[in-house]
């Protein structure tokens, strides 16, 4: 078996979802990737969110706003674990793809930046991340990734 993929789900695809894919990433868990998207896309993803990530040593010169769909066409990575950041879930959240996992993180945008609400997720998002690689949860999904380590 090859990379297995992890699919960080938020809305809008603008700030959550793509700290989440980033900072999984960054953590380099072996036998494992990330990618995000949302189900009603923004045009880029959230000024405030990249500037957070840089500030914390992430690069994030790369990131994009994906909506769902392109997972769901011919060729796309096959996803093996689907973690949901918002509290509004899609209306066809039973068709997403493998199990799937609730994280519920606030949105920082409707604090409008202020408060920190954008380093907040992060926070909150870097250690959900930490929790579920030494969980693990992913070793449960991809057992033959136990052997390979």
Known sequence: ??????????????????MAE???????IAGWRAFSAGWQTQNSVDRRAIEVLEANGFAADALT????AIFRQAGAPAIDYCVFLDEILPPDVADYPGPRDFWRI?????????????QAALG????????????????????ELAIAS
Request: with cysteine.
């Open 1 to 18: 078996m090859g990379i297995r993929t992890l699919l960080f789900v938020g809305r809008r695809n603008a700030a959550r979802s793509v």
């Open 22 to 28: 980033t900072c999984f990433n960054a953590a380099g």
């Open 65 to 68: 706003s994906k909506p769902v």
């Open 106 to 118: 606030a949105d920082p945008s409707r604090e409008g930046g202020r408060g920190g609400a954008y």
């Open 124 to 143: 909150a998002i870097s250690h959900r991340v930490a929790l579920l690689a030494a969980s693990g949860r992913l070793l449960e999904l991809a057992p």
